[in-house]
């Protein structure tokens, strides 16, 4: 035996293939379907939106952490930020306001707190309420779906927006608001392609399905019992979207299973009440902020079941 | 609902982790390990109480003599595993909790005679006997807990026990010492568990093996058959998923009863026994012989892994060798599993009752992130506890929070920490946090 030191560690010696890195290149593998639908159904300039988004996060983030003198590790997560962030932008959105949007989801909302892991709100949204209420004319820009890489695009209303009409039948409208085929923000408009990526999340074990499931029948229950049409109210705007990449998001939402089902319904009667009653006509970005603030609370409360103390609490009871 | 059909709906998962098997040597049968020139034995090799030394330099020993009393009930004497001369009464380091305890160490004389052994009859002794004769051999835990066990046959007059488990999991990677003792000498955990159930009059038992050891299942159940028991035996075969041997998880999954936090198996009428720990017990009872030997698996990155019946005090390198030596990668050494298994400073350290398995294996050691929240700790917690908790109060220096959030029903399985993407060393955190805790006084 050669007299090498040997390594001196805690238990356990054997870890798993778990890393952030494949965490997040897996959920940039599921949101390759949603960016794909939008270079698809809105044509180049999205590409030319993600390419600047993309490098503006990274490059800010590699910014902060000089800044914060913390060290700066290529882990996806501002790729998947800068990615969430244009898919849920208008798509003739102005690439200046794609810088600062990254500059905010990235230098506000993440490193000012912390970095990932300490970030209470979800930074692409943070980053979408910011340059909505502050650009609020640049981003009034909806157009419908060009089918071609270089049109510019005709502008027309959004299904959500109060002057949204259509001429064709409902069995065709649920079908264009499914397939993606309607205006809306780049990413949001695909409930299929959205629905394929989502899939692949459940399947890695990245979201856990209550979130989606619980959110959507939420949204569809309670629109249903409001008098709308549930299903033009799930497909219609970016709840699909919303429900599957940004409210099971890991950082921003409660910890346990219970938990996150909690924060899904609330989320979902938020998005109602804000559709419905309020003076917006999409409540997905703030339904989802909203209940980010209230993570802290419900984790302080929602706790697992302790192994072993059903029994003595009934025991304590009798 | 039944919590099966939870799971099968894909509404809950059971918790626990599945790594990687790796029982390389499943195959290779138990080879008796030549006796070592001298062995090293720390007088500390049970939960409790240090045994007390009974031998001074120089004195002449048999095998099976004893060389330490037990220190107290809860404590275990201590046996010369080999004949010879007592060279030395140094200061040793534990290879489970690192301190320094007293040790004998004692020079072979080649010759190794065993003192007179005193079998018995199981049959013709009263439970009380039986229990004293298990506490004279030395018996404890042989599963890595080392709890003596005349204490768990010793339960106090207000509990009941009406059920042994038998554990039979082996659930920890690597480790096949349980499996090739189950397929090589059912006969001997069996008799171990019949003389258990009399001593206890306990009607039922089950015999749990991970569904990965289809040979042990095999050889048991016919075992069984072909054996009288005072009560009812099973074979209950139990999904691999670890950490499926540890006590209450085992349990639980058996009898659908969890052992109240703090609480011990008793109090939910049962008892849990390695394989291992049977064997021993059937040796001390029938053969009259004292604790001074057991299967180990010597295994990971060695030439040939094997399985060896190695006398304790022996030195991990001597059984290293007889493999064929290491892997010149290798710069770790464990004692256990790669889950709960303990590091090693030196392949000199000395295999004791509780060694199941020496592991040699390469490093594997992450850079720590920031957690990012994402719950598969909370997820695979067998304890339904939200480890990521633990570190916060401890990074926060927070102690005495952590009585609130369970900490001590931690069974420091590891599953968190093997889950884990941003490589925090969970149990690490929960270790200091428990010493923490129990330094503020805090139960």
């Known amino acids: 035996m050669d007299n090498k030191p040997l390594v001196l560690s805690p238990s356990p010696h054997l870890r798993g293939r778990n890393s952030i890195k494949r965490d997040m290149y897996l959920v940039i593998l599921a949101l390759l379907f949603p960016t794909a639908g939008a270079v698809y159904f809105f044509g180049l300039y999205v590409l030319l939106m993600l390419a600047v988004s993309i490098l503006s996060a990274v490059l800010i983030e590699y910014g902060a952490k000089m800044m914060r003198r913390r060290p700066f590790r290529m882990d996806g997560s501002a790729i998947v930020t800068a990615i969430l962030f244009v898919l849920v932008m208008p798509p003739r959105s102005p690439l200046w306001i794609v810088v600062v949007g990254s500059l905010i989801s990235i230098a506000v909302a993440k490193e000012m707190f912390g970095g990932l892991g300490h970030n209470i709100f979800n930074p692409a949204l943070a980053a979408r309420a910011f340059v909505t209420v502050s650009f609020a004319g640049a981003l009034s820009h909806w157009i419908a779906p060009v089918h071609s890489m270089l049109a510019d695009g005709v502008t027309t209303a959004t299904p959500l927006s109060e002057s949204f009409t259509y001429t064709l039948s409902k069995g065709e409208l649920y079908k264009a608001l499914f397939l993606g085929n309607v205006s809306g923000s780049a990413g949001e408009t695909s409930a299929l392609l959205i629905l394929i990526g989502g899939l692949i999340l459940i399947a890695f074990r990245l979201i856990k399905w209550q979130v989606p499931v619980f959110y959507i029948g939420t949204v569809a229950l309670l629109s249903w019992v409001l008098g709308k049409d549930p299903l033009f109210q799930i497909l219609a705007g970016g709840l699909f979207l919303g429900a599957f990449f940004m409210a099971a998001d890991y950082v921003t939402t409660p910890l346990t299973t219970r938990g996150k089902v909690i924060f899904a319904v609330g989320a979902g009667v938020l998005v109602t009440i804000i559709r419905i009653y309020g003076s917006m006509p999409e409540g997905v970005c703030y339904s989802i902020l909203l209940m980010n603030a209230f993570t802290p609370l419900i984790d302080r409360h929602v706790h697992p079941r302790v192994f072993g103390m059903v029994k003595r609490t009934k025991k304590e009871v009798a | ?443």
């Not at chain 2, 009393?69 to 809860?74: D, R």
């Not at chain 2, 090739?180 to 009059?201: C, N, Q, T, Y």
């Not at chain 2, 480890?387 to 952590?402: G, S």
Request: aromatic share 4%.
């Open chain 2, 1 to 443: 609902m039944n919590t099966h059909v939870l799971e099968v709906l894909g509404l809950k998962r059971p918790a626990g982790v599945h790594p990687p098997s790796s029982k390389l040597g499943a195959q290779t049968a138990i080879e008796r390990a030549p006796l070592p020139e001298t062995v090293t034995l720390p007088l500390q090799q049970h939960i409790g109480a240090p045994a007390k030394v009974l031998v001074k330099t120089g004195d002449e020993v048999k095998v099976g003599q004893v060389i330490a009393e037990a220190g107290g009930f809860v404590s275990a004497p201590i046996h010369a595993t080999i004949s010879g001369k007592v060279k030395q009464l140094p200061t040793v380091a534990s290879s489970v909790t690192g301190k320094a305890v007293p040790g004998v160490v004692i020079e072979s004389d080649g010759q190794d005679e065993w003192i007179e052994l005193s079998p018995a009859d199981p049959d013709k002794l009263s439970p009380s006997e039986i229990v004293s004769r298990i506490k004279g051999a030395g018996i404890v835990g042989m599963g890595g807990a080392t709890f003596p066990s005349h204490v768990k046959l010793s339960p106090p007059p207000e509990k009941t026990i009406n059920t042994v488990i038998v554990n039979g999991a082996e659930c920890e990677p690597y480790i096949t010492a349980d499996n090739r003792l189950m397929i090589e000498h059912p006969e001997r955990v069996l008799s171990g568990l019949a003389i258990v159930m009399k001593a206890l009059s306990v009607k039922r038992a089950f015999v749990a093996i991970e569904d990965n050891k289809p040979q042990a299942i095999a050889k048991m159940r016919e075992q069984v058959s072909q054996m009288k028991f005072p009560g009812d035996v099973n074979v209950h075969v139990v999904p691999r998923r670890y950490p499926m041997g540890a006590e209450k998880t085992l349990i639980n999954t058996i009898l659908g009863k969890q052992v109240p936090e703090g609480g011990l198996p008793m109090d939910v009428g049962a008892l849990v026994h390695n394989v291992a720990t049977l064997a021993a017990i059937h040796d001390a009872i029938v053969l009259g012989k004292p604790l001074v030997e057991r299967v180990i698996s010597v295994t990971g990155l060695v030439k040939t892994p094997k399985n060896f019946l190695a006398r304790f005090g022996t030195p991990a390198s001597a059984l290293i060798d007889l493999c064929g030596g290491s892997d010149s990668n290798a710069d770790e050494l464990i004692f256990g599993g790669p889950m709960m298994g303990i590091a090693q400073p030196s392949f000199e350290t000395a295999i004791i009752k509780g060694t199941n398995c020496i592991l040699v294996k390469k490093s594997d050691l992450r850079e720590e992130h920031d957690c990012i929240r994402c719950g598969r700790c909370v997820e695979t917690c067998p304890m339904g506890l939200l480890p990521l908790q633990f570190v916060n109060l401890v990074k926060h220096e927070d102690y005495d929070h952590l009585i609130n959030y369970h900490i001590n029903n931690c069974v420091e399985c590891g599953s968190c920490a093997y889950g884990c993407p941003a490589n925090i060393p969970l149990v690490a955190y929960i270790k200091v946090g428990k010493l923490e805790l129990r330094k503020l006084g805090v139960k």
